[in-house]
């Protein structure tokens, strides 16, 4: 069973950094996963934020965090990590790495592994 533990949030000024860090386990290679973050706001849906292959790194993310979010993967730590810089009050929100198998889709509904969730507040 794939397993996925989100961690490092917390709060931060605006203009600050966060890492995040996405832990897998449960299979002995994730070549053919893709990893993805997401984030709910309060009331808000759950949107896409940024995804990566394992297999060969290619990534995708949302224009809103273009150019100031950039997600990484330790292989050997089986890790995810997820490096917010220029972070602004309405990046505010939980974030969720979640899998699936196959490519990266924007579309929350498609994925089949979920991690609890860490909070990230940006004050202003």
């Known amino acids: 069973q794939v397993q996925l533990v989100e961690s490092g949030g917390g709060l931060v000024q605006a203009g600050g950094s966060l890492r995040l860090s996405c832990a897998t386990s449960?299979?002995?290679?994730?070549?053919?996963?893709?990893i993805t973050w997401f984030r709910q706001a309060p009331g808000k849906e759950r949107e896409f934020v940024v995804g990566?292959?394992?297999?060969?790194?290619?990534?995708a993310s949302a224009d809103s965090v273009r150019g100031r979010f950039t997600i990484s993967r330790d292989i050997a730590k089986n890790t995810v990590f997820l490096q917010m810089n220029s972070l602004k009050p309405e990046d505010t929100a939980a974030y969720y790495c979640?899998?699936?198998?196959?490519?990266?889709?924007?579309?929350?509904?498609?994925?089949?592994?979920w991690g609890q969730g860490t909070q990230v507040t940006v004050s202003s």
């Open positions: 979640a899998a699936k198998s196959g490519f990266i889709n924007s579309n929350p509904r498609v994925y089949d592994y």
């Open positions: 449960g299979r002995t290679s994730f070549s053919n996963y893709v």
């Open positions: 990566i292959a394992w297999r060969g790194g290619s990534t």
